[in-house]
């Protein structure tokens, strides 16, 4: 069975980074595009970054362009997500995805979902 579980949540204050890291339990790893969602309480889930199989392209939300940085290291099943100069409005839960695409950016695309990890940024 598919897994991916986060890690690397927690609490930081506006300006700070952190690291979030997402290791998937897939057999075909380096076939999957993989993403990041993230979602407040009251809110929809939303977009944040997709990467490509092998890592080639990355595309960002508007909201987090500049600041984030996604990356992959097919060798240890692990996809990154460098956050930095994190914003209050950068608080949800962030949620690891996989899927054979993520060309759309919509989380109905989403074929596995981690747990989530909690981010919380503080003012």
């Known amino acids: 069975q598919v897994q991916l579980v986060e890690s690397g949540g927690g609490l930081v204050q506006a300006g700070g980074s952190l690291r979030l890291s997402c290791v998937a339990s897939?057999?075909?790893?380096?076939?999957?595009?993989m993403g990041w969602f993230r979602q407040a309480p009251g809110k929809e889930r939303e977009f944040v970054a997709r990467i490509s199989w092998r890592g080639g392209y990355t595309y960002y939300a508007d909201s987090v362009r500049g600041r984030f940085t996604i990356s992959r290291d097919n060798a240890k099943n692990t996809m990154y997500l460098q956050m930095n100069s994190l914003k209050p409005e950068d608080t949800a839960v962030y949620y690891c995805?996989?899927?054979?695409?993520?060309?759309?950016?919509?989380?109905?695309?989403?074929?596995?979902w981690g747990q989530g990890t909690q981010v919380t940024v503080s003012s």
């Open positions: 995805a996989a899927a054979p695409t993520l060309a759309q950016a919509v989380p109905t695309q989403v074929q596995y």
């Open positions: 897939i057999r075909t790893f380096s076939s999957y595009a």
